[in-house]
Structure formats: structure tokens, C-alpha cells
């Protein structure tokens, strides 16, 4: 066809029009008989193709999806089976079960973690509340930042949901809670008792184990974890952490009460922020550091109780705590640039304790048939129905923070490895000294324009 059409003809326009028409409707004909072989042929070995029989694919966790409770996406409720699910590298990976809601770690794994809820940065939890089993975790006036929310005292395998919410919608959430909130619950008992062992490369190694021995009409729940890590750094990172867990409950979640303590301790070597042209010149490797003694050691110490009785239009909730808190903080931007004699590391202290309480008065109320959230005592009217949505009416809450001017102090101090140390903390009195071709680097700095 595409020769007729470009042959050049002296004859009449009409019958070069009907002579291009004839080409065109064969070149057509000729296609369609193409593309009917063609589709025969396909035919042919479609039909030669065994068929298969269909496959039913069911995840364990289905139920626990289908029975998840959230009534739109800025909220809900995640139970422990989905938690199990999914691997983690932290205990805080588990609020990324939080739709848009990611968890990330910077200077050395005891350090608190760093929040990100769609697409905001959350700095290390001060836009977002988290509570563990009624306690506040958020730390106002931190010395590291306000609302530092350090996760790292909670074991994963003993958590039982977490009940969680997003944006500034929820006015019984109260402070931190501009971005979203989390409440964790822990377990009040294990089915069987169990131990786990997790070895790795790079220095990895955990042992977690939990057992639900019964107690009077109760249950005693006894949890334990340990964690070394050295990572992938040229400085071991050599993280320790240790948790305890002791929970004592009687009843059930609506009825009944606990009582829990807790205990942390964690430390850490930091290989913190490094210069690109120091790894451009050689100096150091995309793991290596500048300073070995930056780092930081924690601990923190709970003791809390609830009681929860069941009313006839809601429900009554009660609970006290109190907390021993502290972190000590090495941290070094600038090596010694500003101080070449002692060089630039600094410490960030916080020390505190901290007690508080709240009770609650939860309302069941359907006027005209429809569930309601309530914002005062009503006068008792409507039907209860089986599943009404629930509202806080009254929230007492008392809380004492001590010593709210120290955790806020920045102390200068001389770094570990200088001699003018006077008291070298125990984790710091084998570092490494901070070597000569890292002081001639910040001095290169100093030169730089």
C-alpha cells in the first residue's frame, strides 16, 4: 500500500481516488487475515495451557485485621498479634504501626528515637504523646529537648495493644499530643512461659524471656530482656541495655487492677555526625568517628497501680505512679574548634523524679438511639446500647515534677580523653584518645574561610 500511494500518475484525480480506495480496503483485508491467524494461534495454545485449580491464600493475622478497631484513619487500635508480626530492630518500631508514622535512631541506639508522622518531623517526641500503660513517657523541659520520649525500657513481646490517634483532635490527650498520641497497655499474663536467644553479626545479641506464674486469684508477670550491639562502626558502639518487668493483676481490663514496676538501665558509645571531607581525604571511613568518647548512659526506674470498676453507664478508672529518671549525655559537633586546649564536647545531664495520678469518669450515653461524646455529666436519659462509643467526662490529674530548673543545664565539660579529666565516668576511661590527625582536621576548619 505504501507504493501505490506514492506513485506518481498523470491520470484523472477521480480515478487516482478510486485506485488509492481499491489499495487501501486490500492492505485492510490483508491485515485482518494476519491478526485472525494470529489470534488462532493463541487460541491454540491457550487451550493447550493446563488450568489450574484455585489457590487459597489465609494470613493468621487476618482476624486480628478484620477485628481491628478504627473508626477512621486517625485512629485506632493495634493488638498484640499484629505487633508480633513484623519484625523490629528497636523497641519504638512498634508505634510504625501507626499509619505514617516512622521511627528513625541517630547518635548511638540508647539514645531516645526521632519521629516522623506525615511527613513532620516530631523532633524525639515532642508533638507526640506516648504513654505506657498510663505513665507519661513525653519528658517536658528535657535537657536533650522538650518531650524526649525514650521507649527504649519497653519490651516488645510484652506489649498488649497500643490505642493510638492522629492530629489535634483530642482534647483528653492534653500536652505533646499536637500531632497525634499513642497509649501503650502491657500484657497482665503470658500464655506459656518463654525464653529466646537472638544471635547476630556485628556483635548482636538479645535474650528476652517472660513467664505468668498465678498468684493468689492473680497474675504475676515477670519479663526480662538483655541487649549488646556494637554495629557497624570503626568505634564499637558496645549498647547495653537491660529491662526488668514486674506486673501484678487481678480481674479482667474493665474490672480489676495492676500493679507494675519497671526497670532500665542502657549505655552507649556514639559515632556521631563525621565531615565529608574528612572521608573525602581519607582521614576517617564512612563509619569511622572523630571523637570515640561521645556517647551516653540512662536509666529509669516506675512504679504504677490502676483500679478499674465497671458502672452501669460507663466506667471508673483510677491510677498513681512514680518515676526515677536520668541521662547523661556526651555529645561533640565541632570537635575543637571553639576550645582547642580541651576540645568541644559538652554534657547534657537530666535528673528527675517524678510522681502523678489520674481518675477517670467514662460516660456511656446514645441520645435519640446514636452514640455521643460528651463533654459534661448528662442527665440520665437514652438507651445503652451493646457497643456505644465511650467519652471522658471529668479527668483529675496531679502531677510534681522536681528540680525543673536541672534538667535543663548544658554543662561544658573537658572531653574523657583529655587529661584534665577529673572524673572520668566508667564507660569513658577506656576510649580511645581523640587522634592527632583528627585535631589537625579542626584546624583545618579554623583555617577554612
Not at 507504493?3 to 486490500?26: C, D, E, W
Not at 580541651?342 to 450515653?365: P, S
Request: hydrophobic share 35%; proline share 7%.
Amino acid at each position: 500500500m505504501g507504493l501505490a500511494l506514492k506513485l506518481r500518475t498523470h491520470q484523472a484525480p477521480s480515478a487516482m481516488a478510486a485506485r488509492t480506495l481499491l489499495n487501501s480496503m486490500l492492505a485492510l483485508i490483508a491485515l485482518g487475515c494476519c491478526e485472525t491467524g494470529v489470534l488462532a494461534q493463541t487460541m491454540a495454545l491457550d487451550s493447550a495451557q493446563p488450568t489450574l485449580a484455585p489457590v487459597s491464600v489465609t494470613a493468621a493475622g487476618g482476624a486480628a485485621l478484620a477485628d481491628a478497631e478504627t473508626d477512621a484513619p486517625s485512629g485506632g487500635f493495634i493488638d498484640a498479634a499484629r505487633i508480633q508480626a513484623r519484625p523490629m530492630l528497636r523497641p519504638a518500631d512498634v508505634l510504625e504501626w501507626v499509619p505514617g508514622l516512622v521511627v528513625t535512631q541517630h547518635s548511638g541506639d540508647g539514645k531516645a528515637n526521632q519521629y516522623f508522622l506525615r511527613g513532620f518531623n516530631l523532633d524525639h517526641g515532642t508533638d507526640f504523646l506516648t504513654t505506657v500503660d498510663g505513665v507519661p513517657v513525653n519528658l517536658p523541659s528535657h535537657a536533650h529537648g522538650h518531650g524526649y520520649t525514650d521507649l527504649n525500657f519497653m519490651i516488645p513481646e510484652l506489649v498488649r495493644g497500643i490505642a493510638w490517634r492522629k492530629g489535634p483532635y483530642w482534647a483528653s490527650e492534653g500536652d505533646f499530643s499536637s500531632a497525634g498520641a499513642a497509649e501503650i497497655s502491657w500484657m497482665d499474663r503470658v500464655e506459656h512461659a518463654f525464653g529466646q536467644v537472638t544471635l547476630g553479626g556485628q556483635g548482636y545479641r538479645r535474650l528476652v524471656a517472660a513467664a505468668s506464674p498465678r498468684v493468689a486469684d492473680g497474675h504475676l508477670l515477670l519479663g526480662v530482656e538483655g541487649l549488646s550491639n556494637d554495629g557497624p562502626w570503626e568505634v564499637p558502639q558496645d549498647a547495653q541495655r537491660l529491662n526488668l518487668l514486674t506486673r501484678f493483676s487481678q480481674g479482667t481490663p474493665r474490672d480489676g487492677f495492676s500493679l507494675t514496676a519497671t526497670a532500665y538501665r542502657g549505655r552507649w558509645t556514639a559515632t556521631d555526625q563525621i565531615p565529608q571531607r574528612a572521608i573525602d581525604s581519607g582521614l576517617i571511613g564512612r563509619f569511622g568517628s572523630l571523637d570515640a568518647s561521645s556517647g551516653g548512659q540512662t536509666s529509669r526506674f516506675s512504679l504504677s497501680g490502676q483500679w478499674r470498676r465497671s458502672l452501669h453507664d460507663g466506667q471508673l478508672e483510677a491510677q498513681v505512679w512514680a518515676l526515677h529518671y536520668r541521662l547523661n549525655l556526651f555529645s561533640n559537633f565541632t570537635y575543637a574548634l571553639d576550645r582547642p586546649e580541651t576540645g568541644d564536647q559538652f554534657e547534657q545531664a537530666d535528673r528527675r523524679n517524678a510522681v502523678g495520678g489520674r481518675i477517670t469518669r467514662t460516660l456511656r450515653h446514645t441520645p435519640a438511639g446514636q452514640p455521643s461524646l460528651l463533654t459534661r455529666k448528662p442527665k440520665p436519659s437514652g438507651r445503652i446500647t451493646s457497643e456505644p462509643r465511650l467519652a471522658h467526662v471529668w479527668i483529675i490529674c496531679i502531677s510534681r515534677w522536681r528540680r525543673a530548673c536541672r534538667p535543663i543545664a548544658v554543662r561544658q565539660v573537658p572531653p574523657r580523653y583529655h587529661p584534665s579529666s577529673q572524673r572520668p565516668t566508667r564507660r569513658h576511661q577506656q576510649s580511645r584518645p581523640l587522634p592527632q590527625s583528627a585535631a589537625d582536621f579542626t584546624a583545618t576548619m579554623r583555617e577554612a574561610p
